[in-house]
């Protein structure tokens, strides 16, 4: 018996029979297309992934930063600061560099730089007189970014 539409009506068991063979090849046919749309193509070539490995360091107040108090002297400082950042960026290794906000922490500034190892970043770093001075304190930190734009290996190209 089929129930519709509040009637009962008698089907014989070769309709049953033919519904049923109908709905299963209905079924199998979406099964099959579903499974056909959810197969990765193998031959498909793989996107690789663009990242590459900087070096963040991250610049502190250090404990001379109070101490040293001439005004002379900390320009001095501070222009052989900004004279070393150019130089490292024609070289084409510092990538990015600036300064912080007011914050929480004794955070005062930050480069990216393009060199292969933690002890070539510090070695770098070690060349800034605020940081030889002590005026400034560093971490660094391993930063990995797409090299694009800013950070395009090699020397930046002149315009």
């Given at each position: 018996?089929?129930?519709?539409?509040?009637?009962?009506?008698?089907?014989?068991?070769?309709?049953k029979?033919?519904?049923?063979?109908?709905?299963?090849?209905?079924?199998?046919?979406?099964?099959?297309?579903?499974?056909?749309?959810?197969?990765?193509?193998?031959?498909?070539?793989?996107?690789?992934?663009?990242?590459?490995?900087f070096?963040?360091i991250?610049?502190?107040?250090?404990?001379?930063?109070?101490?040293?108090?001439?005004s002379?002297?900390?320009?001095?400082?501070?222009?052989?600061?900004?004279?070393?950042?150019?130089?490292?960026?024609?070289?084409?290794?510092?990538?990015?560099a600036?300064?912080?906000?007011?914050?929480?922490?004794?955070?005062?500034?930050?480069?990216?730089?393009?060199?292969?190892?933690?002890?070539?970043?510090?070695d770098?770093?070690?060349?800034?007189?605020?940081?030889?001075?002590?005026?400034?304190?560093?971490?660094?930190v391993?930063?990995?970014?797409?090299?694009?734009?800013?950070?395009?290996p090699?020397?930046?190209?002149?315009?």
């Amino acid at each position: 018996m089929y129930i519709g539409r509040n009637h009962l009506i008698d089907t014989d068991e070769k309709t049953k029979n033919n519904m049923k063979n109908i709905f299963l090849l209905i079924s199998s046919f979406i099964l099959v297309n579903i499974s056909a749309f959810c197969q990765k193509d193998s031959t498909a070539k793989k996107a690789e992934p663009n990242i590459k490995q900087f070096w963040m360091i991250i610049l502190k107040t250090g404990p001379m930063d109070k101490e040293i108090k001439d005004s002379i002297e900390r320009s001095k400082l501070f222009a052989g600061h900004f004279c070393n950042m150019e130089k490292l960026h024609n070289e084409g290794i510092l990538k990015v560099a600036g300064p912080f906000g007011k914050n929480d922490f004794t955070w005062r500034g930050l480069f990216i730089l393009d060199c292969k190892t933690k002890e070539e970043a510090e070695d770098l770093v070690k060349t800034d007189p605020t940081v030889k001075s002590g005026v400034f304190i560093y971490d660094i930190v391993p930063w990995y970014g797409e090299p694009s734009g800013s950070f395009v290996p090699g020397k930046p190209q002149k315009e």
